[in-house]
Structures are given as structure tokens and as C-alpha cells.
């Protein structure tokens, strides 16, 4: 597939503050939904993915989620004003006039040092990096990058569209000029940012997968069923989802993925649970597989 350009009528600067042409490396669930924000605030996007057909299908999700949001009335642009802002490419060099990238690639290492190194390389260098990692220090990303100052750490949360929070995370060497452009971009896409220092697990997943986790503990020792654990937590704390329910939308893989390297930084209060091993070797990872804590149908 070849590199997609915008046309010279581009607008100098959208409304909302968003960056003028955004690129988004990964298209899955996370990628487009972060693609998904940005059109919505007026930014041109290119999304890059590994193939064609892979690219296809991050075009066909974002596209989805920008009729949903029209149909819900959520912007005044019609579906084909935004899509006509998105472009879909399987090389970085479709980010070359982007001023912001965000990599949300899945959760490991050496996967995401890869693509930031690639994507670095194509990029002007007043160009903005940022990760999507919910675990991996920002810091140890960075010190791969040849440009650590224009690299920081932006955390969505899924689904993206619905969702009210991204944290920004800001490592050792992030400028702290950086920092205040993601804050405007986060409030320029509709969310509310949050600001937090490169930390294991950073404030979001540190405290989220340790709540999970003892859900977890609790349906293992027979304390109580899913359903009420997660009522519990939904009802008694006013949580919009429980906890097993939101280990199934974030993937059971990625919760142990995450509660993995946690426990290895931070100890063994993070040692994933038995049964969360044993239902990940089973493929029962949540609603994208059908089944996870809960039975899901194929919608």
C-alpha cells in the first residue's frame, strides 16, 4: 500500500488545539479509538499497520466508530468529512509531517522499542513520541530514543471513545514544554488529562490491575460469584464496571501481561493469581475470544 499525503488545503491549524496531522502506529481496538479522538477534534490522521489487510481493517474500525459517533450526535461533521481526514499507510515514513505519533503497539518491550525507534527515525525533530503503554517505564523506552526531550508517555484508556481519561506520563528527560502541549491535546480530544511522573505501572494500571487481581484472589477462593464482586464494586463504590468485568474488556493476556512486569518491579503483591494464568493458557482471554469471567456474544 503506498504512503498517503494530505492535500495542500489542509487547514493550518484545526479547531480545538488538536495537532494539524496526527499518526498512530498499531490500528487495533486502542489505536483506532485513539484515531477515532483525534479526527474528532480536526486533526488529519494516518494510521499505520503491519500489511495491507491489517490496514484495511484498521481503516473499516475507525470509520465505524466515526458513523457511531455522528449517528450519536457527537460532532456536527458528517462520516464522510471525517473519514476523508483518515489515512491508512504500512510504512512510517506516512508519519513524516505528523507533529504528534502515538505507538500503540501490544504490550512488550521490544515490540514497542522497535516501532518507536522506526517511527523516531521519520520524524522532524521538533516532532512530538508518545506511548500508549499502560506498564512500560517511559524512561526505559526513552533512553532506546535518540530524542528523549520529544518523548513522553500518553496512556488511553478503552474504549477510547467513551472513555474521560488519558494520563500523561512524563519520564526523566520528557521537556516539560512536551507535557504542556499533551495536556492541551488530551483537552483538545475531550478528555480530562492527568499528569504523573514515570513510575511501575505508572498511577492508572498500578492501581487498577491491583484491584483486579484481588477480584481475581476472591472468585479463586470461592468468596463470591463475578457478578457479585463486580456488584460490589459498581454499586457499593460507584465503579462503572467491576473489576472481572473490566479484565475481560481489557483482555485477560494484557492484565497478566501487565501484572507480570509489575511483579517483577514492584513485588509480589502483583503475582498474577493461578486462575488467571490457567484461563490465559485456555485462550479464555475475555470478550475478544467470547469468553473471559463472563460469556460474551460475537457482536
Not at 81 to 105: I, M, P
Not at 232 to 242: C, F, I, Q, S
Request: aromatic residues 4%; negative net charge.
Amino acid at each position: 500500500m503506498s504512503r498517503s499525503r494530505y492535500g495542500a488545503d489542509a487547514p493550518t491549524r484545526p479547531p480545538g488545539g488538536a495537532p494539524e496531522r496526527v499518526g498512530v502506529l498499531g490500528g487495533g481496538r486502542m489505536g483506532a479509538g485513539i484515531a477515532h479522538a483525534f479526527l474528532l477534534a480536526g486533526s488529519h490522521v494516518t494510521v499505520v499497520e503491519r500489511d495491507d489487510a491489517a490496514a484495511e481493517g484498521a481503516r473499516g474500525r475507525v470509520l465505524d466508530s466515526v458513523a457511531a459517533s455522528v449517528a450519536r450526535g457527537t460532532t456536527d461533521e458528517t462520516a464522510e468529512a471525517l473519514g476523508g481526514r483518515l489515512a491508512v499507510a504500512t510504512e512510517v515514513d506516512g508519519f513524516a509531517d505528523a507533529g504528534l505519533v502515538v505507538e500503540a503497539v501490544p504490550e512488550d518491550l521490544d515490540l514497542k522499542v522497535d516501532a518507536l525507534t522506526r517511527v523516531e527515525g521519520v520524524l522532524a525533530a521538533d516532532a512530538a513520541l508518545a506511548s500508549n503503554t499502560s506498564s512500560i517505564s517511559i524512561d526505559e523506552l526513552a533512553g532506546r530514543l535518540d530524542r528523549p526531550a520529544r518523548f513522553l508517555g500518553m496512556h488511553f484508556f478503552n474504549p477510547v471513545p467513551a472513555s474521560a481519561l488519558v494520563e500523561v506520563v512524563r519520564g526523566t528527560g520528557t521537556d516539560g514544554a512536551l507535557v504542556e502541549e499533551a495536556r492541551g491535546w488530551v483537552q483538545a480530544i475531550g478528555k480530562t488529562p492527568i499528569i504523573v511522573h514515570d513510575a511501575p505501572g505508572f498511577a492508572s494500571s498500578r492501581l487498577g490491575v491491583a484491584l483486579g487481581l484481588e477480584a481475581i484472589r476472591m472468585l479463586e477462593e470461592g468468596v463470591a460469584s463475578a457478578e457479585d464482586i463486580d456488584a460490589a464494586m459498581a454499586l457499593g463504590y460507584k465503579h462503572p464496571v467491576g473489576p472481572l468485568k473490566l479484565t475481560d474488556l481489557v483482555g485477560l493476556d494484557v492484565r497478566l501481561g501487565i501484572a507480570e512486569y509489575l511483579a517483577g518491579e514492584l513485588g509480589e503483591r502483583f503475582e498474577p493469581p493461578a486462575l488467571l494464568r490457567r484461563m490465559v493458557a485456555e485462550g479464555k482471554l475475555g470478550r475478544k475470544t467470547g469468553e473471559g469471567f463472563y460469556l460474551w456474544d460475537a457482536q
